[in-house]
């Protein structure tokens, strides 16, 4: 897999984030194919990314209660 430039793109907290600014999680949509995902706490640490149909994937779930343990 090449390398994917994230220096110019824009991050949103995530909806489900605290919003007391603990566990926070954010996420870019200026890449189509891609979602890269950090922790707001970190912004220069690491960074996941996941293919963009996963990632929808894994929304859906979250919001249809499926991963609730």
């Known amino acids: 897999m090449r390398p994917i430039d994230l220096s110019d793109v824009t991050w949103r907290k995530s909806s489900y984030s605290n919003p007391d600014g603990g566990a926070c999680v954010e996420v870019s949509d200026d890449i189509p194919s891609v ?3 950090r922790d707001s706490k970190t912004p220069r640490g690491p960074v996941l990314v ?3 149909c996963g990632w929808s994937s894994f929304v859906t779930a979250v919001k249809g209660g499926q991963l609730n343990g």
Request: aromatic share 16%; charged share 0%.
């Open 35 to 37: 979602v890269p995902v």
């Open 50 to 52: 996941f293919p963009a």
